[in-house]
């Protein structure tokens, strides 16, 4: 039995007062969603989610994010749109090319849930600013593409404990799971877990190797769906659990990641 059915885990979020009537209604779907509800919604509006990259994986994850009645969000990316970006950056459009992307995926979520908190981050992020650039996040989303970057994003969500929701996508493949270094529930898991300092090398850039449009929007929407599940406590998150995914053959599965450190602790004791 599905764990969302059997066992529910622990919110990650406190709910927020009672929802305006517009957005009771905008969010009906999710108020009949077992594991959600109207008490999950509220929930939802009471989150923060830090968004690391407003590109191909970053885009779908903020618009349902937005979507999903997530109370504030923050966008950080240094980047501005280019025509290049259109084939997949779907919070973009012909008319924002030139402008910065946190400026643009702002306007697309305002203008799907204005009831929605934006805040604005157009610097790179680096092991310097990480924590600040979190600041009052409740979880953090890593839709970067340089691993330099996806390493800083790491070390920061560990120092201050909060759920890393992380992907990646490259030609036609992908990857999604969920680090954290102090979880409510199970071990911890981070992504030295994943990738051992020293082994990971850094991806091909997607103009050198090309990356599936389409992709990209469905790894986008995994992420946003575990960030729901951390914010509502329902379901049961990636957390230890790499989902793989092959768009060439349509085939998806996962492999366990295990945690070093509670590893090396059963082997002491043992």
């Given at each position: 039995m599905p764990r969302a059915y059997a066992e529910a885990m622990q919110p990650l979020v406190d709910p927020a007062p009672a929802l305006e009537p517009t957005e009771l209604v905008r969010t009906a779907r999710h108020a009949v969603l077992t594991g959600i509800g109207e008490e999950g919604q509220r929930r939802l509006s009471a989150a923060h989610v830090a968004v690391v990259g407003a590109g191909g994986v970053g885009s779908p994850v903020l618009l349902a994010l937005a979507a999903a009645g997530v109370g504030?969000?923050?966008v950080i990316d240094d980047d501005v749109v280019e025509l290049t970006n259109l084939q997949r950056q779907l919070a973009h459009r012909v008319d924002d090319i030139g402008t910065p992307k946190t400026d643009s995926a702002a306007r697309a979520i305002t203008a799907l849930a204005p009831q929605t908190t934006v805040t604005r981050i157009a610097e790179r992020l680096d092991a310097g600013n990480a924590d600040r650039l979190f600041t009052g996040a409740d979880l953090v989303v890593d839709t970067s593409d340089s691993f330099a970057?996806?390493?800083?994003v790491a070390a920061a969500t560990e120092s201050l404990g909060l759920p890393l929701v992380w992907?990646?996508?490259q030609e036609w493949h992908a990857q999604a799971t969920v680090f954290w270094s102090r979880p409510t529930e199970g071990?911890?898991?981070v992504l030295t877990d994943l990738f051992p300092l020293g082994t990971e090398g850094e991806p091909p850039s997607c103009?050198?190797?090309g990356v599936l449009g389409a992709l990209c929007v469905?790894?986008?929407g995994m992420l946003a769906g575990e960030a729901i599940k951390?914010?509502?406590?329902?379901?049961?998150p990636l957390l230890g659990r790499l989902a793989m995914i092959d768009a060439l053959t349509g085939r998806q599965h996962e492999i366990a990641i295990r945690s070093a450190a509670t590893a090396s602790a059963s082997a002491v004791s043992a």
């Amino acid at each position: 039995m599905p764990r969302a059915y059997a066992e529910a885990m622990q919110p990650l979020v406190d709910p927020a007062p009672a929802l305006e009537p517009t957005e009771l209604v905008r969010t009906a779907r999710h108020a009949v969603l077992t594991g959600i509800g109207e008490e999950g919604q509220r929930r939802l509006s009471a989150a923060h989610v830090a968004v690391v990259g407003a590109g191909g994986v970053g885009s779908p994850v903020l618009l349902a994010l937005a979507a999903a009645g997530v109370g504030a969000i923050t966008v950080i990316d240094d980047d501005v749109v280019e025509l290049t970006n259109l084939q997949r950056q779907l919070a973009h459009r012909v008319d924002d090319i030139g402008t910065p992307k946190t400026d643009s995926a702002a306007r697309a979520i305002t203008a799907l849930a204005p009831q929605t908190t934006v805040t604005r981050i157009a610097e790179r992020l680096d092991a310097g600013n990480a924590d600040r650039l979190f600041t009052g996040a409740d979880l953090v989303v890593d839709t970067s593409d340089s691993f330099a970057t996806r390493r800083d994003v790491a070390a920061a969500t560990e120092s201050l404990g909060l759920p890393l929701v992380w992907g990646a996508v490259q030609e036609w493949h992908a990857q999604a799971t969920v680090f954290w270094s102090r979880p409510t529930e199970g071990d911890p898991v981070v992504l030295t877990d994943l990738f051992p300092l020293g082994t990971e090398g850094e991806p091909p850039s997607c103009a050198q190797v090309g990356v599936l449009g389409a992709l990209c929007v469905q790894v986008g929407g995994m992420l946003a769906g575990e960030a729901i599940k951390l914010i509502t406590g329902a379901g049961e998150p990636l957390l230890g659990r790499l989902a793989m995914i092959d768009a060439l053959t349509g085939r998806q599965h996962e492999i366990a990641i295990r945690s070093a450190a509670t590893a090396s602790a059963s082997a002491v004791s043992a």
